[in-house]
């Protein structure tokens, strides 16, 4: 699974993505939101680093389930997964250096 470009509003079920194996990142945003976008560049250019894991941007919102059960309060949020636990997780990230590393835990 490559990297998506988009936030998806259709969020998987969290019970998918507990199933789910190997390495997965969440990033929990929206298109409109400043910091969401101002995160892009360095999202990109940590997963460059880390092709073969899976990345998902999913929609997020007051009443959306996934979010919620993750209990994100934040855009951007990252949470790292391996074989569906969370490893780790980053609210708004201002390093490249800081998604890479998290990225590295996973694989």
Same mark, same amino acid.
């Given at each position: 699974?490559?990297? %998506?470009?988009?936030?998806?509003?259709?969020?998987?079920?969290? *019970?998918?993505?507990?199933? %789910?194996?190997?390495?997965?990142?969440?990033? $929990?945003? %929206?298109?409109?939101?400043?910091?969401?976008?101002?995160?892009?560049?360095?999202?990109?250019?940590? $997963?460059?680093?880390?092709?073969?894991?899976?990345?998902?941007?999913? *929609?997020?919102?007051?009443?959306?389930?996934? +979010?919620?059960? $993750?209990? @994100?309060?934040?855009?951007?949020?990252? @949470? $790292?997964?391996?074989? +569906?636990?969370?490893?780790?997780?980053?609210?708004?990230? +201002?390093?490249? *250096?800081?998604? *890479?590393?998290?990225?590295?835990?996973? @694989?």
């Amino acid at each position: 699974m490559a990297m %998506t470009q988009q936030y998806e509003s259709k969020e998987p079920l969290r *019970e998918v993505v507990d199933a %789910t194996a190997g390495p997965l990142v969440l990033e $929990f945003g %929206t298109s409109w939101c400043g910091y969401c976008q101002a995160a892009q560049p360095l999202i990109e250019r940590a $997963f460059a680093q880390h092709p073969g894991v899976g990345h998902l941007k999913v *929609e997020d919102g007051s009443g959306r389930p996934l +979010g919620r059960s $993750f209990r @994100v309060k934040l855009w951007p949020t990252l @949470v $790292f997964l391996k074989d +569906g636990q969370e490893v780790s997780r980053l609210v708004r990230p +201002g390093k490249a *250096e800081d998604i *890479e590393a998290a990225l590295a835990a996973i @694989v």
